[in-house]
Each structure stands twice: as C-alpha cells, then as structure tokens.
C-alpha cells in the first residue's frame, strides 16, 4: 500500500484526534474572534491549505457575519508595501507552518498590533512562532506529497473553531460525528470505484461546484493535477457559463459535485448544457437523481449536514485523483516535480 493510500483511508482516526485533543483547547483561540474591534478575517495560506480557505471563506463568514478574504502576500515580500490591517484578525493556514510568505503575512500583522491565530500540523512551525494562537492540525506524519489527512483536519479545525466562535452546541455535536462519516465515505468511494481506464489518457478535465463546495472543486482538480499531471481547472456553475463552458468538446470529463443543500440545485442546472456539449459527467452526489445522470456516477454517503460536506465530498476526489495516477503508472507518493514543503516568498 502506497502512503497515498493508508493516510487517504486513515482520515477519521486523524479527524477524531483533532476533536479529542483540540475540542476544548478551541476555545480559547476562537475568542479571539469575538473582539469588538474585529471587522473581517483575512487568511493567508497556499497550494491545499488556500482550498481550505475558500471553506473559511464561508464558515467563518457566517459566524461572524463580516468578510473573509486572501491575504497577497507579494505586497508584504517582494514588495514590501504591507497594507494597513485596522479591523483584521489574520489567519495563517499552513500545513507545515514553513511558506515564508504565509509567516510574512502574520508577522506584519503582529508588527501593526492586530489579532494572529495559525492552523498548522507543526506546532513549532516558523508560522506558529508569528502567532498569538495556535491550532495544531493534529493529523500526524503525512509522508505523501499530495495532502489529504491534512487538509481534511484543515477543514475539520475551521469547522471546530465555527462551532467555538458561536459556542454552537448543535453543530459541535454535528462535527463530531464526522469521524464516522469519514469512515463510511471512504469504505463506499472504494466499495463503488468504477474503473477509470477511459480517463487515463485523457488531456484534463473541469471540476464544478458552488457554495460551501467551492473549495472540493479546487481540491479535486488540484490533487488530480498533482498526482496525474494533467490540466484540471475548477470553476462555479456561473463562472463556467461565463464563458470557459466553451472549451467543452464532446468526450471532455467534467466532475459536477453537488451534495444535498442550497447549492444543490445549481449543479442539476448546469447538467443540460453541459449535456448538450456531450461532456461525460463524473457525478459527485448523495441525490439519486443526479447520479443517475452520470456516466460516470462517484456517490456520497447520505445524512451529512452540507456545512460539514466538504470533508466527505473530497473522498472521492482523492481516491479518483490517486487511481488515475496509478493508471498513468505514476509513482502517486512522490509526483515529479514536486516536493512536501514548498518555500515561496
């Protein structure tokens, strides 16, 4: 068994650690968020970890009714004009804790006296040093280069600190039934697995979704991206009929991620045209009637609550991204050209 593989499918254990050893610790970093002066977050992150800010994106949008946005953090390295930070708490989201552009952007936001909280799998990280509080991420040793248990208990950390910040009890008790959940995904996205040998030679594909599924479109096209080497883009139902829907040529792969949820209906509206174009669909959905549109269905566990999605909707996204790889006879524990821990400044 490749790491890919065991630390793919060892996702509920190091989701469960998360909420056993942080589940009570989160409180006191998300009362940094409940101060008077606090007028939007702004998150800096890269690569896996700025999928998981698109789920901060919405989640912590909600809990604080204010806005979430992405840090650039060129103006802070290479050109060294920092914009002022009045009102910002400033998230770092890295899974090593080692990018020094990510640490940049918390460092300066220390220097001008606001609020700094990082989410990272190394507690003694360069990131967690700029800091006034640390989430440690507490997914263990991740020996693959493609993330996964890591950006899954990503997810789980912005979905712990929601339910700290608004000391939501319904949804504390939601998330944590999500280690289950997991368990469950993974068994069915490798129970159901239909072979994928018609995509293997394929040039790319395009990955849909909207709402708090947003970030699984990144995160599949970017696993897919990293494992297999071809051109994977994610897009919004409304962005793809903005124009890019044009590049679509019969036979193109297209995976439409639409679980139960407000976001739903937008996924079942962009199937005709993307049917018209003669797209072979990759159905990423616990609804029946969606799948059955599929030519190539990859269903979801039922019962998840579609703010906590994201965590299982991502399944089939990794096990479709490492078997792909393993079709191309790639080696999916060290992808060429790439490495574990990226510094860019």
């Known amino acids: 068994m490749s790491w890919l593989d065991a630390e793919l499918r060892d996702q509920p254990q190091a989701l469960a650690r998360l909420l056993g050893r942080q589940g009570e610790r989160v409180r006191e970093v998300a009362a940094a968020f409940r101060r008077d002066d606090i007028r939007y977050v702004l998150v800096a992150s890269r690569g896996s970890s700025s999928n998981a800010a698109r789920y901060a994106q919405y989640l912590l949008g909600r809990a604080n009714r204010v806005p979430v946005m992405f840090a650039t953090p060129s103006l802070y390295t290479i050109y060294e004009q920092p914009p002022r930070l009045d009102g910002a708490i400033v998230v770092g989201i890295s899974q090593s804790g080692a990018s020094p552009d990510v640490g940049a952007v918390l460092a300066e936001a220390r220097k001008q ?140 792969p297209v995976i439409a991620i639409g679980p139960t949820g407000p976001a739903q209906q937008s996924i079942a509206d962009v199937l005709p045209p993307l049917e018209e174009r003669g797209a072979r669909l990759l159905v990423v959905s616990d609804v029946p009637e969606l799948l059955a549109r599929a030519h190539t269905p990859l269903p979801l566990v039922s019962g998840v609550p579609e703010w906590l999605s994201p965590l299982t909707a991502v399944i089939p996204g990794q096990v479709t991204a490492m078997r792909l790889a393993e079709l191309r006879g790639l080696d999916v524990d060290s992808p060429p050209g790439l490495e574990k821990i990226t510094l860019t400044r």
């Open 113 to 252: 006296g606001r609020p700094t909280v990082a989410l990272t799998n190394d507690p003694r990280s360069p990131l967690a040093e700029h800091a006034d509080a640390v989430l440690p991420l507490e997914a263990g040793d991740e020996r693959a280069v493609a993330a996964t248990k890591t950006y899954v208990n990503s997810l789980g950390a912005i979905a712990l600190l929601f339910s700290a910040i608004g000391d939501d009890t319904v949804a504390r008790a939601e998330l944590e039934r999500m280690p289950e959940a997991l368990a469950a995904q993974i068994a069915l996205s490798f129970s159901t697995a239909a072979p994928l040998d018609e995509y293997a030679d394929g040039a790319g594909a395009t990955v849909v979704a909207r709402g708090i599924n947003y970030c699984t479109a990144y995160e599949t096209a970017l696993k897919i991206r990293e494992l297999s080497g071809l051109v994977v883009e994610a897009y919004s139902p409304a962005d793809l009929l903005h124009g890019p829907i044009a590049a679509i040529r019969p036979g193109w």
